[in-house]
């Protein structure tokens, strides 16, 4: 679970998007020297929920350790609004970011391509809004009616997104990769991962369902990357280079 996460966290499209976005190369290094220091943030709620559960053994699910907190501790009004209001603007920043990514990604990557004639923007603006209700409908079943704990939720969402992972780290690191090795490999870690979340009867080993569907991406996306013909080494280019020109037009020139 924990190689999962960590493959996995990066991937997701709210992140990506702010990962991978950047004015120079120098931004984007920096960016990724100064990542780590968030995960900081993360290490007093591991706490909180650890010491939680000594008090109020009998909370269920314990996800939701910290409302018994602060009900129950006489803490200050003014310290009980504020971490109810952080919270809330922490999920809403979150909120709007998942949504927007999720209704726009099924828009643009998943109706459009499959539409004969080319849909307007307003007509796009519209799908969004829509997706972005269905979306919200769904994550409020899974937030208020249904039963998973929001941890195995994570945990189980995670086996899906980790499989972007290979992709992008060939996109860097291996140019002989091909676009439908990329697609095989994806489909097939999917579909492993899938498999072994509904049927976990099935795993050979007890280990993270996404484990299952890397190695089956990363096998496919090997395989089919080396049976395909190569892309074109000025196409390559023309992404690989991107970073250093960019870098270079942004940098002034010394006066002379």
Not at 48 to 65: E, H, K, N, Q, R
Not at 96 to 114: E, F, K, N, Q
Not at 161 to 187: D, E, H, K, N
Not at 232 to 241: C, I, K, Q
């Amino acid at each position: 679970a924990v190689i999962v996460s960590a493959a996995g966290f990066s991937m997701w499209p709210h992140l990506f998007m702010r990962a991978f976005t950047a004015r120079s190369e120098r931004t984007l290094k920096l960016t990724v020297v100064l990542y780590p220091t968030f995960q900081l943030f993360l290490v007093p709620i591991l706490l909180i929920g650890f010491a939680g559960v000594l008090p109020f053994p009998d909370v269920s699910p314990a996800d939701t350790i910290v409302p018994p907190l602060l009900t129950e501790l006489e803490l200050s009004p003014v310290l009980v609004g504020l971490v109810c209001a952080g919270a809330l603007a922490a999920s809403m920043s979150s909120g709007d970011a998942i949504l927007h990514a999720a209704a726009s990604i099924g828009v643009r990557d998943g109706i459009t391509p499959l539409r004969t004639t080319p849909m307007s923007d307003t007509r796009q603006r519209l799908w969004i809004r829509g997706l972005v209700v269905a979306v919200s409908a769904v994550a409020y079943y899974f937030a208020v009616i249904s039963e998973v704990s929001i941890v195995a939720l994570l945990l189980g969402a995670y086996g899906g997104v980790a499989q972007i992972f290979p992709l992008v780290f060939a996109t860097f690191y291996w140019p002989r990769a091909t676009g439908a090795g990329a697609l095989s490999g994806l489909l097939a870690g999917i579909g492993a991962n899938t498999l072994f979340l509904v049927l976990p009867s099935l795993r050979p080993f007890p280990l993270h369902e996404g484990i299952y569907g890397l190695a089956a991406n990363i096998l496919v996306f090997t395989t089919v990357s080396l049976l395909t013909k190569p892309h074109d080494p000025n196409h390559l280019e023309d992404y690989t280079s991107g970073l250093s020109t960019t870098e270079a037009n942004a940098t002034p020139s010394p006066p002379e």
